[in-house]
């Protein structure tokens, strides 16, 4: 089996989807879009924590009714976080009581778990898959950074982690719904990038050589795709990808965008270079780029979930920050 | 005036952290760091006094200020105590501004919790 762009021939639908989000991005230019916006980043718990826990668990369950179904119906479930050993996933995932596969793809893990949801569901293994990625700003602080009573300044370059959480729901071929009908999955990418607080230039490589390798495998051209979204690049990151592609002869200034700087108004947000976060793409796809695809605005996106695989500690032992970068293709057509 | 030159200093010294940030890839941490040592370095060669003298506490409240004191609290114990001071003299000397430190901010931490915005 070559390493080839892994087509799903039952074309998975997503039958349900949700997005839950915190408070900056409920005053971002998106948030009519989002099922639930809390003014509350705490959720009514008591730590930040918790807190992501909650919103996994609430987002769930929103996807979950909106799509017509109960736990039960569920077969298997894939769900990951930035937070140690994906925590906020499991606990918000616990009390459903479904098959639980957790991954870690730093900000890409949404792409990456829509890709093995609709994996699950083509193949055969289930009928009924469900996708979710979450992050927190304050818990991404602590993990990554300083806890925010610390109180430090960040540089223009840093993004805002995105407060949110996106679930979906894949099941066979409706002919009614989004389907997600290819997947490729990234390759570890190093270019020696070490600036822990310039994220968007350590994910662009790996984005960079996950897009070139798709249109090298696909028999497709960029213009045959009316949005190419990557996930959390940021203004600065998605310059860059831009120019990396373009000297591969991939023109993609036209029809591509970021989710980073789509979730945030940055005239009116202090939001640095854009947002970031497993939750980012999570949250605007599942609501934002849905609704689009549900109406048909969008027939044919890629989406290209990008994530910087580093921790505390190879920060401070002197390691670059490697990349990874998963892309999904999904259709509004049948 | 001697208020508008312990705020232009001490705003100064300020300035060259800021710049530090937005120009360079340190972190605030390496940043703060660096400070307590220059003032430790910089009382021990004799350069940092006259600062004192002129800008008062615009020269002893940044952390270049902190350095200044354990670095005369050394002096003075080793004045006294020998080469034992080199160890106690440091400490000793900002123990008012370290307690303070701890027990502000641990007050402040029963009264307030963090929030996400304005960061």
Known sequence: ?334 | MEYIKCFMFGGFLCVIAQVIIDKTKLTPARILTSYVCAGVILTGIGLYEPLVKQFSCGATVPLTGFGYSLAKGVESAVDSNGLLGAFTGGITNTAGGITAAIVFSFLFSLIFNGKPENL
């Open chain 1, 1 to 334: 089996m070559s390493r080839n762009i892994i087509k799903f021939k039952n074309k998975p639908s997503i039958i349900g989807s949700a997005s839950v989000t915190g408070k900056m991005e409920s005053e971002g230019p998106l948030n009519r879009f989002f099922d639930l916006c809390s003014g509350d980043s705490k959720f009514n718990m008591d730590t930040w924590e918790k807190a992501e826990a909650e919103m996994v668990r609430e987002c769930a369950e929103i996807a979950i009714k909106k799509s017509n179904l109960k736990h039960e119906d569920i077969d298997l479930s894939f769900a990951g976080d930035l937070t140690n050993q994906c925590a906020a996933s499991t606990f918000g995932m616990k009390d459903k009581k479904i098959p639980y596969i957790g991954l870690y793809g730093a900000c890409s893990t949404f792409a990456l778990s829509l890709g093995m949801a609709a994996l699950s569901v083509d193949s055969g293994v289930c009928n009924i898959a469900l996708g979710e990625a979450s992050s927190h700003f304050c818990s991404a602080e602590r993990q990554y950074r300083f806890p925010l009573e610390y109180g430090c300044q960040r540089p223009p370059s840093a993004q805002n982690t995105v407060t949110g959480a996106g679930c979906a729901i894949l099941s066979k071929h409706t002919g009614s719904h989004p389907s997600v009908i290819e997947f490729l999955p990234g390759i570890v990418k190093d270019f020696g990038v070490t600036d822990a607080n310039n994220m968007g230039a350590a994910m662009a490589p790996s984005c960079a050589d996950t897009v070139i390798r798709y249109f090298s495998l696909s028999d497709l051209s960029p213009d045959d795709f009316d949005l190419v979204l990557t996930g959390d690049l940021g203004y600065e990151g998605h310059n860059i990808f831009l120019s990396l592609i373009k000297d591969a002869g991939i023109d993609l200034e036209n029809n591509s965008d970021d989710c980073g700087k789509l979730i945030y108004d940055t005239n009116k947000q202090e939001v640095n270079s854009g947002g970031s976060g497993c939750g980012c793409s999570a949250s605007v796809f599942c609501g934002y780029i849905m609704e689009k695809l549900k109406k048909k605005e969008l027939k044919n996106i890629l989406l290209i979930g990008t994530g910087a695989l580093l921790n505390t500690g190879t920060v401070l032992q002197n390691e670059s920050i490697p990349g990874i970068s998963h892309l999904v293709r999904i259709t509004a057509e049948d």
